[in-house]
């Protein structure tokens, strides 16, 4: 691909001579999203040469941008037991996965990825519009990895869904079992305001939000 590509950034024109960690460093980078797709991500039509410093601020701000799928269908099926965990915001999800996971188990929580990927402290300060896309594609990356997991452990999806179709479209590709903590709003919110770190308004919304969609 670099020989291809005359060992030229194919977005800005710089020379691709950089060693790893230089901004003029070489990175092949995927034109098209793969979404786990073999073929795409090997495909080498689907690849271009650029530079470090173009993908770690141009493209990123591209990714950033791009819608990500919340139930994507490309899933692969885990090699290991998966438990979905549902709930309002503060129903206690975070804190039941913490009691039944074991030290090696994976946990994918939403929230927790887009606050590392935002650099925040606080489990749920982060904003939604910026950070939503890119968490779901990091999501989505953790559940596809799972088919390559070893045995011996199990994986927690922890996740609001609300919807019945929605835990059911997890359960239908991850073959996972479900956990529901239907808490109701004053418990949460009560346990929201011990928490702390919350934006108690939002709180109140997402709690209010989820029992108004909320299917059995």
């Not at 808490?183 to 209010?208: F, K, W, Y």
Request: proline share 7%; net charge positive; charged share 30%.
């Amino acid at each position: 691909m670099l020989k291809r590509d005359g060992y030229t950034c194919q977005q800005t024109g710089v020379p691709l001579i950089g060693g790893r960690d230089d901004p003029d460093a070489p990175i092949a980078d995927h034109i098209r999203e793969h979404k786990g797709d073999p073929v795409l991500f090997w495909d080498p039509n689907n690849l271009q040469a650029v530079s470090k410093q173009w993908h770690d601020s141009e493209k990123q701000k591209i990714e950033r941008r791009r819608p990500a799928s919340g139930r994507p269908e490309w899933m692969p099926r885990p090699a290991i037991p998966v438990t979905l965990v549902c709930g309002p915001a503060a129903s206690g999800k975070s804190r039941y996965v913490a009691l039944h996971a074991a030290p090696d188990d994976v946990v994918i929580d939403l929230d927790l990825i887009a606050c590392r990927l935002a650099g925040h402290e606080l489990r749920h300060d982060w904003d939604r519009i910026e950070w939503l896309g890119p968490a779901l594609r990091k999501r989505n990356r953790m559940l596809a990895d799972l088919a390559k997991a070893r045995p011996g452990r199990e994986a927690w999806l922890i996740s609001t869904a609300a919807d019945a179709a929605e835990r059911e479209f997890w359960k239908r590709k991850l073959g996972a079992r479900e956990v529901m903590l239907a808490e109701p709003t004053a418990v949460c919110l009560e346990r929201a305001q011990r928490q702390g770190g919350r934006d108690m308004d939002r709180t109140r919304r997402a709690i209010e939000q989820w029992w108004a969609v909320f299917t059995s």
